[in-house]
């Protein structure tokens, strides 16, 4: 079965720096997208940040481009996500996601695409 193990939160300062760290387990994911979604208390789950199974640029939400940096290493089987300039508003519960299918040539919506991972929180204080 597929696993998904989300790790790297606390609890920081605006304008410091947080690396989350996801590892998988149960299947190859070489071909595969894989990203980063956050939900806030009160609020919906949202996107934040994905990367092709190419490993090539990543895909990011609007408030967080050119802070926030996703990367991949498939021999390790794991996603990273490299967050500075934290801001208060990127408290959350920080999800990995991962596609269920392969080589997808663009990147989808919906809860249901993707196998999930338990979260993590992180906390900034401002």
């Known amino acids: 079965q597929v696993q998904l193990v989300e790790s790297g939160g606390g609890l920081v300062q605006a304008g410091d720096s947080l690396r989350l760290s996801c590892v998988a387990s149960?299947?190859?994911?070489?071909?595969?997208?894989m990203g980063w979604f956050r939900q806030a208390p009160g609020k919906e789950r949202e996107f934040v940040a994905a990367?092709?199974?190419?490993?090539?640029?990543?895909d990011y939400a609007d408030s967080v481009k050119g802070r926030f940096t996703i990367s991949r290493d498939n021999a390790k089987n794991t996603v990273y996500l490299q967050m500075s300039s934290l801001k208060p508003e990127d408290t959350a519960v920080y999800y990995c996601?991962?596609?269920?299918?392969?080589?997808?040539?663009?990147?989808?919506?919906?809860?249901?695409?993707?196998?999930w991972g338990q979260g993590t929180q992180v906390t900034v204080s401002s």
């Open positions: 996601a991962l596609d269920k299918i392969a080589y997808r040539s663009v990147r989808v919506v919906g809860d249901d695409n993707f196998y």
């Open positions: 149960g299947r190859s994911f070489s071909f595969y997208w």
């Open positions: 990367i092709n199974w190419s490993g090539g640029s990543g």
